[in-house]
């Protein structure tokens, strides 16, 4: 079984910046595609970023040049740096582990951190 553990959420003024932080355990960090996802109040969960075992990033059109997602295989830990932030970030951001390979393969979430922006 794979865990996640999220950090870094909080409450934050327009323009402002947070790092989330994503710990797993549970499974071999090289195997995993890691990646954050959002959901705002009666809207649908929708992609942020993720990042491969490799690092190459993919971003949601809606933070693209604001937000980062970088990955620490050795303290198997995903980050997601958010700047220039807009109230319309609002929302519960949650870590996805997409294990590729050996005996866990399968899709795995956090908890989920709140992030709010206010204006």
């Known amino acids: 079984q794979v865990q996640l553990v999220e950090s870094g959420g909080g409450l934050v003024q327009l323009g402002g910046s947070l790092r989330l932080s994503c710990a797993t355990s549970g499974s071999i960090f090289s195997n995993i595609v890691m990646g954050w996802y959002r959901q705002a109040p009666g809207k649908q969960r929708e992609l942020v970023a993720n990042?491969?075992?490799?690092?190459?990033?993919n971003y949601g059109t809606s933070v693209k040049g604001r937000f980062t997602i970088s990955r620490d295989n050795a303290k198997n830990t995903v980050y997601l740096q958010m700047n220039s932030l807009k109230p319309e970030d609002t929302a519960v951001y949650h870590c996805?582990?997409?294990?590729?390979?050996?005996?866990?393969?399968?899709?795995?979430w956090g908890q989920g951190t709140q992030v709010t922006v206010s204006s």
């Open positions: 990042i491969t075992p490799g690092g190459r990033s």
């Open positions: 996805n582990a997409k294990v590729l390979y050996g005996p866990n393969v399968g899709d795995y």
